[in-house]
């Protein structure tokens, strides 16, 4: 708690002082405001299709981050060419791009056309980030940084990176799960001339030797991070404290990686500014609630063609999780139960028409069973004895624990996979349920995440690196920050446009009457949204 008021404090003081990159922000009403419904194809299409990044070096899951729900993408699509080259490591192969640079480790050269089209498709979906490239590309808010990148790296991953070089940063980028790099599109960012270490099975040596080389290479000193797991910010500050010292910051995506930067913080051993971009309103707000809606859908259909209509379904906890899946649910004509510890959520589940129940009162009717809580042991084998025969059971909060399945793994009980993700447990009475994805988040093990979330979430990591980057001296000390206010709003009105949205202005006297400035931010740091 102490951590984050003072998170607030924070960003309360940043608020009302000097503005990130002003020129970056003032554009943000325009964004808003400006784009016809027909221009907004047009401003997709980049104007340089043919980027040949600003970058010194071109060439060659942590096993961690398992929990920044906004970058990985699950995709049957990413195919690997271990046949064609008999499964040799990556790191032994000799590969170069068609411009004769080595300075790259992935798994085939080869597959990069595939890749730049999964990237193209990505980019439609992206207006955000890709709105932010263009507006800013001739300035350059990025010249001189030099980033370390340690994210999934996926199409939408790539449109990212590719935006971070087109305002002027040079990378150099590897995976932060050693399953979730789509092959095809490293593949595509190499041919690119980006210095891309990550392939889809790297061992867990070869995870930290891929973080290694976008730490170290001639002539290469790295002044920002971008982390999603802490792995590259872990590395760093253990093997090379001298270069971590020096860097302008870290920006971090994911829950656990956050967690360990108020560790730093709070035993006052962070030597830089970090900032936390997980906790942003654009994240929580967006990722959590409209992220899982429409992916709670995809996973179970693509698992188990499920039909929702007249299906009871059990969904614990009711926060923006619960809200998004509980939701989604009962559009499609399910018959939707939630189970909720605190009141105030449990009110608004009545308030929004859904039963608010003990898991014990539904357990024996239910269809389908829905964890979104983020803690421990909330369903376990006594409840899962009393489910009825056939009920799916997934799991889409941060934790492999809230169903508890390893009491499942008992000699009574028989395990048969069904498909890929799927297991069926049969109870020696004949009574079988369907497990997805064995208790992990089902959405990031099962479907795909939406793109235009993930524009949302790169926008937001852009804006911070820019902001930490740009920062004048003193603005951030050694300590943890939330992405201010004003630029959650501005990476909102990016993706404005896209919907054809005009914000409608405050007037004068508005203005007067009611404090707020005719740029934002418009709303104070406390308020709930
Ligand atoms: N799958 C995804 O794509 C995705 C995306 C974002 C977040 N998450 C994860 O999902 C989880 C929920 O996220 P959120 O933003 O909704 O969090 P939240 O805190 O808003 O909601 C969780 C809710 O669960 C309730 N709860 C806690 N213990 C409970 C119990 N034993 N029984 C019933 N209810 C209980 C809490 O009161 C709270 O209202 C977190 O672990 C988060 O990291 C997953």
Same mark, same amino acid.
Not at 394 to 420: A, F, Q, Y
């Given at each position: 708690m102490a951590e984050s008021s003072d998170s607030l404090q924070k960003e309360r003081k940043m608020t009302s002082g000097p503005n990130f990159s002003a020129s970056v922000v003032r554009k943000s009403a325009a964004a808003a405001n400006i784009p016809p419904a027909n221009n907004s194809m047009k401003m997709m299409s980049f104007e340089n299709k043919q980027r040949r990044p600003n970058r010194i070096h071109r060439r060659s899951v942590s096993v961690s981050s398992t929990d920044s729900y906004s970058s990985a993408s699950y995709s049957d699509a990413s195919y690997s060419s271990d046949d064609e080259d008999g499964g040799l490591n990556p790191r032994e192969k000799e590969q170069s791009n068609s411009s004769g640079q080595s300075d790259f480790c992935i798994r085939n050269i080869k597959l990069s056309d595939f890749g730049r089209r999964e990237i193209e498709i990505a980019e439609q979906e992206m207006p955000g980030i890709v709105l932010l490239r263009k507006r800013n590309h001739n300035e350059k808010p990025l010249e001189g940084a030099r980033i370390v990148g340690c994210t999934h790296i996926t199409a939408q991953a790539a449109v990212l990176i590719e935006t971070l070089s087109a305002l002027g940063a040079q990378v150099r980028w590897c995976a932060c799960n050693i399953y979730s790099t789509q092959n095809e599109v490293a593949a595509a960012l190499a041919e690119s001339g980006y210095p891309i270490f990550a392939w889809k099975g790297e061992s867990e040596e070869d995870f930290w030797w891929c973080i290694e080389k976008c730490i170290t290479y001639p002539a290469w000193t790295p002044n920002l991070i971008l982390d999603d797991g802490g792995d590259a910010t872990h590395l760093m500050l253990k093997k090379y404290p001298s270069i971590f010292n020096q860097l302008k910051g870290i920006v971090e995506e994911s829950v656990t990686g956050v967690h360990r930067l108020y560790q730093l913080s709070k035993a006052q051993t962070l030597s830089i500014p970090a900032m936390n971009v997980n906790d942003s309103v654009t994240k929580t707000k967006f990722d959590n609630l409209y992220c899982c809606r429409e992916s709670i859908l995809d996973s179970l259909k693509r698992t188990t063609d499920v039909m929702f209509g007249g299906k009871q379904v059990l969904i614990c906890g009711y926060g923006e999780v619960g809200k998004g899946c509980c939701q989604a649910l009962k559009g499609l004509g399910a018959v939707v139960y939630? =189970? *909720?510890?605190?009141?105030?959520?449990?009110?608004?589940?009545?308030?929004?028409?859904?039963?608010?129940?003990?898991?014990?009162?539904?357990? @024996?009717?239910?269809? #389908?069973? #829905?964890?979104?809580? +983020?803690?421990?042991?909330?369903?376990?084998? *006594?409840?899962?004895?009393?489910?009825?025969?056939?009920?799916?059971?997934?799991?889409?909060?941060?934790?492999? /624990?809230?169903?508890?399945?390893?009491?499942?793994? =008992?000699?009574?009980?028989?395990?048969? @996979?069904?498909?890929?993700?799927?297991?069926?447990?049969?109870?020696?009475?004949?009574?079988?349920?369907?497990?997805?994805?064995? +208790?992990?988040? &089902?959405?990031?093990?099962?479907?795909?995440?939406?793109?235009? &979330?993930?524009?949302?979430?790169? /926008?937001?990591?852009?804006?911070?690196?820019? *902001?930490?980057?740009?920062?004048?001296?003193?603005?951030?000390?050694?300590?943890?920050?939330?992405?201010? @206010? @004003?630029?959650?709003?501005?990476?909102?009105?990016?993706?404005?446009?896209?919907?054809?949205?005009?914000?409608?202005?405050? /007037?004068?006297?508005?203005?007067?009457?009611?404090?707020?400035?005719?740029?934002?931010?418009?709303?104070?740091?406390?308020?709930?949204?």
């Open positions: 939630v =189970t *909720e510890v605190d009141p105030i959520c449990a009110l608004q589940a009545c308030m929004d028409g859904f039963r608010v129940v003990r898991i014990e009162e539904s357990i @024996k009717i239910i269809d #389908i069973l #829905i964890t979104c809580t +983020g803690n421990k042991h909330v369903v376990r084998r *006594e409840h899962l004895d009393r489910l009825k025969n056939g009920c799916i059971v997934c799991n889409m909060g941060h934790s492999n /624990t809230e169903i508890d399945v390893g009491s499942l793994r =008992t000699p009574d009980l028989t395990w048969e @996979k069904v498909r890929t993700q799927v297991d069926h447990i049969v109870w020696p009475d004949g009574k079988r349920i369907t497990l997805l994805a064995e +208790g992990r988040l &089902v959405n990031l093990s099962c479907s795909s995440v939406p793109s235009f &979330v993930l524009s949302i979430t790169a /926008t937001t990591q852009a804006v911070a690196l820019i *902001e930490l980057f740009r920062a004048p001296f003193g603005r951030y000390q050694n300590d943890v920050y939330l992405l201010p @206010k @004003k630029m959650d709003e501005y990476v909102a009105a990016l993706h404005l446009p896209s919907f054809d949205a005009h914000l409608t202005e405050l /007037t004068d006297d508005q203005v007067k009457y009611s404090g707020v400035s005719k740029t934002g931010p418009f709303k104070p740091h406390y308020y709930r949204y």
